[in-house]
Nanobody, 126 residues
Framework: QVQLVESGGGLVQTGGSLRLSCVASGGTFSIYTMGWFRQAPGKEREFVASISWSGSNTDYSHSVKGRFTISRDNAKKTVDLQMNNLKPEDTAVYYC???????????????????WGQGTQVTVSS
């Protein structure tokens, strides 16, 4: 059974930084693309970033590109999201997710991810 557990959320001021981490258990982590998504109050969940199984490919949503960096450590079974220059509009619950197929990569499609963490709250104050 695959489990994903996020951590690192919290309250930060505008312009600050946070680093989210997601640790996986069960399954073979190193052969799956991983992604980060977020859901703000009253809004649909949206794509934030993705990273291929080897780490060689990454993609970001337009709203976070240049501020957020996704990375992974296959030995530790973790995927991180470094968030810099945070803005109030980044406030959301952040979820990590595992892609549905091994050795496959398509950024941005929520339906392509089959396992999800419970989420971690990020709040950016103005």
């Amino acid at each position: 059974q695959v489990q994903l557990v996020e951590s690192g959320g919290g309250l930060v001021q505008t312009g600050g930084s946070l680093r989210l981490s997601c640790v996986a258990s069960g399954g073979t982590f190193s052969i799956y693309t991983m992604g980060w998504f977020r859901q703000a109050p009253g809004k649909e969940r949206e794509f934030v970033a993705s990273i291929s199984w080897s780490g060689s490919n990454t993609d970001y949503s337009h709203s976070v590109k240049g501020r957020f960096t996704i990375s992974r450590d296959n030995a530790k079974k973790t995927v991180d999201l470094q968030m810099n220059n945070l803005k109030p509009e980044d406030t959301a619950v952040y979820y990590c997710a595992r892609y549905i197929l091994a050795y496959a990569y398509t950024a941005g499609r929520e339906s392509s991810y089959s396992y999800w963490g419970q989420g971690t709250q990020v709040t950016v104050s103005s």
